[in-house]
Nanobody
Framework: QVQLVESGGGLVQAGDSLRLSCAASGRTFSTQSMGWFRRAPGKEREFVASITWNLGTTYYTDSVKGRFIISRDKSKNTMYLQMDNLKPEDTAVYYC?????????WGQGTQVTVSS
């Protein structure tokens, strides 16, 4: 079993920064990648960013490129999402996931609210 615990969400103003964390515990030795999705009110779930666990290769959706940075600390089994220059359209519940072969584990979600 793998558990994912997110933290770092909150209420900020446009232009501010937040750092989300996702800590994995349990049977994590086969992690292939981790990443973030988000779901804004009234919208479908959207891919935000991901990182391959071994090489650290990163991927971003276009709307966050240049503002968000995904990283991981393998020694802590923790992934981070540094979010800078936040915009109101970034308001959503952010969910982290961990991928192993064809399966995914999900965190409980953390709310990010950006006021204009």
């Amino acid at each position: 079993q793998v558990q994912l615990v997110e933290s770092g969400g909150g209420l900020v103003q446009a232009g501010d920064s937040l750092r989300l964390s996702c800590a994995a515990s349990g049977r994590t030795f086969s992690t292939q990648s981790m990443g973030w999705f988000r779901r804004a009110p009234g919208k479908e779930r959207e891919f935000v960013a991901s990182i391959t666990w071994n090489l650290g290769t990163t991927y971003y959706t276009d709307s966050v490129k240049g503002r968000f940075i995904i990283s991981r600390d393998k020694s802590k089994n923790t992934m981070y999402l540094q979010m800078d220059n936040l915009k109101p359209e970034d308001t959503a519940v952010y969910y982290c996931y961990r991928e192993e072969r064809s399966s995914r584990n999900w965190g409980q979600g953390t709310q990010v609210t950006v006021s204009s």
